[in-house]
Nanobody
Framework: QVQLVESGGGLVQAGESLRLSCAAS????????MGWFRQAPGKEREFVTT????????YHSDSMKGRFTISRDNAKNTVYLQMNSLKPEDTAVYFC?????????????????WGQGTQVTVSS
């Protein structure tokens, strides 16, 4: 089992950047495919991006492609989400998730382990 703790959220203005981190503890971090999801008030949880165990494969939601980048450092048991050119519609709670599947999944039910989330608020 793995425990996930997100950090790095906050309040920024439109056009600015943030980098979220997700620190993992427990079973070997490199065994997990990692993903980021987000949930805005009154909306369903939404896929953002995912990265394979080695970091060699990534996949992004089309709506965030080009602005958001996922990366991981298996030596530090951490996955990152770099968010650039933030927009007010990016305001949400961002969740880190882990899966033991080899597949870089894009649906939340493919991920068994979740962090508590970190709030990102983008003002206009």
């Amino acid at each position: 089992q793995v425990q996930l703790v997100e950090s790095g959220g906050g309040l920024v203005q439109a056009g600015e950047s943030l980098r979220l981190s997700c620190a993992a503890s427990g079973r070997a971090f490199s065994s997990y495919t990692m993903g980021w999801f987000r949930q805005a008030p009154g909306k369903e949880r939404e896929f953002v991006t995912t990265i394979s165990r080695s970091g060699g494969v990534t996949y992004h939601s089309d709506s965030m492609k080009g602005r958001f980048t996922i990366s991981r450092d298996n030596a530090k048991n951490t996955v990152y989400l770099q968010m650039n050119s933030l927009k007010p519609e990016d305001t949400a709670v961002y969740f880190c998730a882990a899966s033991l599947s080899l597949r870089v999944g894009v649906t939340s039910n493919e991920y068994a382990y979740w962090g508590q989330g970190t709030q990102v608020t983008v003002s206009s």
